[in-house]
């Protein structure tokens, strides 16, 4: 049976190319397994069918032959499960991985979310331009402890790709409309190493297909 993942059928523009359903979409291009999206107009999300798959009315949820999983971390180490791509068979490597793809979601992401979240929904009210400068030093903290551990390194665990930089760099490029993350010269090569790899641009183009499908 088929993979499906549910996507939005319309999100701003801001956010075409940055829902999360990207991530999964991308570990299904690098795992090379067929999927299909089930695409939610505005209130799908809120339906009862929906929230019994996904408790918060988000994307992505991940259904394959009745088995259902929801939370982008999740389901992009449930496709490692079958690609070595992405979590690595020897045991220290694939926990090198898993961890990776935890600090990305728990140590990076919320202060970086902090920063969009003032920028793109309240950046005129005083209270968001007050907090940003805050916000910004606080993630430029987290992003100079990620440039450290990366060092000269291709990827976060030395030559080889995996899920922990499949997360990381889909995190990163929240920030893409800033220069925040392009200021360390060594994290903005590292976005786009990642994002470079043939199953990310894939994945791009089939979510941006999805939304002009809505838009024909």
Known sequence: MIITISAFRW????ARGQVRDLRVRW?????????GSRLLEQGDQDKPEYRQMQPFG?????EEDGFVLFESG?????IGERCEALLPRDPAARARA????IAALNSVEPYVGNVADIDLFHA??????????????FVERRLAGLSNA????????GDRFTAGDLIMSTVLRILEYTDIVK??????????RCIARPAFQRALEAQLADFRQDAA
């Not at 990366?150 to 665990?157: F, H, M, Q, V």
């Open 98 to 101: 898993t961890q990776w793809v």
């Open 11 to 14: 999100v701003p523009d801001f």
């Open 150 to 157: 990366l060092g000269e390194k291709p990827y976060l665990d």
């Open 74 to 78: 999740a389901i992009v180490l449930h």
């Open 27 to 35: 570990a299904l291009e690098e795992a090379g397994l067929p999927y």
């Open 124 to 137: 005129d009210e005083p209270w968001a331009k007050q907090r940003r400068p805050d916000a910004v030093q």
């Open 58 to 62: 988000q994307v992505p949820a991940f």
């Open 183 to 192: 200021r360390d010269t060594r994290l903005a090569a590292y976005v786009e």
